[in-house]
Structure formats: C-alpha cells, structure tokens
C-alpha cells in the first residue's frame, strides 16, 4: 500500500515497550481532541477521545493524556505490537464551532521486532 | 455490515478538468464528511452533508461541491483541477447523536492525481 507517512516524525519503539506519541494542539478553546490510527493504504481509525473537562482517559492498551495548560495531548501504547505500526495523528474540535475537526500532522510509529 | 465505500479507489486527471467522488456512508450513519489529505499531512476538513444539506464548510475554494442524497450517499465534485488538488480525499460517516463529532468512519480514500 502507499505510505501516508513520508517525512513526518517517526518514533521507533522495541516490541513489548511502552509507546508515547505527543502533540501540541492549535486552538485553546477546542474542548473535544480525538486519536487515529492510518495504516499505509487505510483510511484513519478511531482509536480514542478525551474531553476538556478530563485529563486522562484509559482504553484497551492506550492511555489518552490532555493539558490544557500548555496545550499538549499525548497518546500512550502499553505493550507496543507490530501491528500498532502506522501513522498516529491527534485531531481537536471546538464544540461551538461545529462538528469539524483539526487534524495535526501526524507521527509515525515503527515497531522493531 | 459494510463500512464506508468509496469509488474510485484511483484516479488520474488532467489540470482544467473536473471530477466526482462517491461516498456511501456506514449503515446507520446519516452524516458524511469530506478530507483532503496531502501526502505526508493530516486530513483537512472540506465539508460536511447533513439531511442533505451543506452544514459546515472548511476553507476550501468553492470549485469544491458536494451533494447528499435521500440515502445518506454523498458525492464530492472539484472542478477546474489544478495540480494542487491531487490527494487522498476521505469519505467519512457519523451519526447526529451528540454535540460532537465523535467517532468517524473513514473509507479507504480516492486517490486524485492531477497531471
């Protein structure tokens, strides 16, 4: 498949390590931030969502963290598997401006065996 | 239970022409979003259909239209392509059951090359 990821951040982890993907979000008054996952030749998956009024929030494997302070959003993958290769971006919205999201540039993350 | 299907998967035009997307939305979902996505960016919002009309728009020039049918289906048009137009364009489809987005859907995407 074609590759969504050319010249993006890449973050290289060992299989079975702890994965940590950040990003600086744009609008301080978005209160609604999204993860996806692209994999080469896909289209993005939703993987989870945090509300502003929360600073954490836990899924299957994946840790979501929001700081409002300085605007920052990081996605954390426990036990990281060759199949969570792909390129992962964080999307943000303001509730009063629509159902519209901001999508940052994305990351790209490599799972070595 | 089909997710979200676009067509054409691939496609090459020429600068000047013009060009229709197809969209049908995962059963049960009745909005549908189009992204533009660059190579090596992130999606970008162009517009949404919602009870067939037009109800957010990114900013994109308005050689870019769309239509959203009795079904739910969803069309993208660009006219007068120029060759910054050529990009992954991303069908995705929701349902109208909160104040946000929520989860999208996306297809697989058709990849526009303008020559």
């Known amino acids: 498949g074609e590759s969504v990821g050319l010249h993006l951040p890449t973050l290289s982890v060992q299989e079975g390590d702890n994965s940590i993907i950040n990003c600086a979000y744009s609008?301080?008054?978005?209160?609604?931030f999204i993860w996806y996952k692209q994999e080469s030749g896909k289209g993005p998956q939703f993987i989870i969502d945090?509300?502003?009024?929360?600073d954490k929030r836990q899924g299957q494997r994946v840790t979501v963290l929001l700081n409002k302070t300085v605007k920052h959003l990081s996605l954390q993958i426990a036990a990281t598997q060759p199949g969570d290769s792909a390129v992962y971006f964080c999307?943000?919205?303001?509730?009063?401006?629509?159902?519209?999201?901001?999508f940052g540039t994305g990351t790209q993350l490599k799972v070595e065996l | 239970d089909a997710g979200v299907t676009q067509s054409p998967t691939h496609l090459i035009k020429t600068r000047g022409q013009q060009v229709t997307l197809r969209c049908s939305p995962k059963?049960?979902?009745?909005?549908v979003s189009w992204y533009q996505q660059a190579l090596g960016q992130g999606p970008q919002f162009i517009f949404q259909?919602?009870?067939?009309?037009?109800?957010q728009r990114g900013n994109f020039p308005d050689r870019f239209s769309g239509h959203q049918f009795p079904n739910y289906s969803s069309e993208l048009n660009v006219n007068a392509l120029l060759l910054g137009d050529s990009a992954l364009y991303l069908c995705?489809?929701?349902?109208?059951?909160?104040?946000?987005?929520?989860?999208?859907?996306f297809g697989e995407g058709s990849r526009l090359t303008v020559l």
């Open positions: 609008n301080s008054a978005s209160d609604y």
């Open positions: 995705a489809s929701s349902d109208d059951s909160g104040p946000n987005t929520g989860e999208l859907f």
């Open positions: 945090i509300r502003s009024n929360m």
């Open positions: 999307a943000e919205e303001f509730t009063g401006g629509g159902n519209k999201l901001t």
């Open positions: 259909y919602y009870e067939e009309e037009e109800r």
């Open positions: 059963s049960g979902h009745d909005t």
